[in-house]
């Protein structure tokens, strides 16, 4: 167990339609990271987080959006959904935003949420 | 953008046979990360790396962070079935305010009892 927490762990949904997945960091970490795994891109750095705060943008397209709330915990929100949204969609926490390497900033990754788009 | 070329691809192996991954790139990295992923789970976090040259183990698993800064390898020692997954390599360049995290395609090992 990581510590770090998703829902909802499966998730099937029509096209055109908009769900939110929601991530609980590890207790103490400040930094939250989106990333999508399809099965032909892959593992793609979506967005990071930290402290409220948009750190980081990556392949993150503009029907997408984030954001981390006071309490630490993140939500993504996919809006207008097509079939080739359909992957699944990765929570990560690290203490730091990434920039004290040398003091032990590690990623953890949640165990994901299946998004299915028929 | 920055890439990380992971080989093999796949990996075949009979049982207590060891293991070698590597990833190559062309831009340095401040930090290299190894994981591993079962089916349907989310990546775990093997080893980390933080310093160029840095050799570090976890158990049967040994990996070291790169003179060159561009490059970093995983090897696992005495294979056992438990082991099949995907490997991942991934590392995090933090230039400036900038911060990126790349991954690796992944190495897929497959372990015959």
């Known amino acids: 167990d990581s510590g770090v927490t998703q829902t909802p762990k499966h998730l099937i949904t029509a096209t055109g339609q908009r769900v939110t997945l929601r991530c609980s960091p590890r207790?103490?970490?400040?930094?939250v990271y989106w990333y999508q795994q399809s099965l032909d891109q892959g593992l793609q750095f979506l967005i990071q987080y930290y402290n409220g705060e948009e750190r980081a943008k990556g392949n993150i397209l503009e029907r997408f959006s984030a954001q981390q709330f006071p309490d630490l915990h993140s939500e993504l929100n996919l809006s207008s959904l097509e079939l080739g949204d359909s992957a699944l969609y990765f929570c990560?926490?690290?203490?730091?935003?990434?920039?004290?390497?040398?003091?032990?900033?590690?990623?953890?990754f949640g165990e994901g949420s299946w998004l299915t788009v028929v | 953008g920055q890439q990380l070329n992971q080989s093999p691809q796949s990996m075949f192996i009979q049982e207590g046979e060891d293991v070698s991954m590597n990833c190559t790139s062309s831009?340095?990295?401040?930090?290299w990360l190894w994981y591993k992923q079962d089916p349907g789970e989310g990546p775990v976090l093997l080893i980390a790396l933080y310093k160029a040259g840095e050799l570090t183990s976890n158990g049967r698993l040994t990996a070291q962070f790169g003179i060159t800064r561009k490059d970093s390898f995983l090897n696992i020692s005495a294979s056992i079935p438990s082991d099949v997954g995907i490997y991942f390599c991934a590392g995090i360049n933090s230039g400036g305010s900038n911060y990126k995290l790349t991954f690796g395609k992944g190495t897929l090992l497959t372990v015959n009892p």
């Open positions: 831009s340095i990295f401040n930090t």
């Open positions: 207790s103490g970490d400040l930094s």
């Open positions: 990560a926490s690290s203490v730091e935003a990434g920039r004290n390497y040398y003091s032990g900033n590690t990623i953890y």
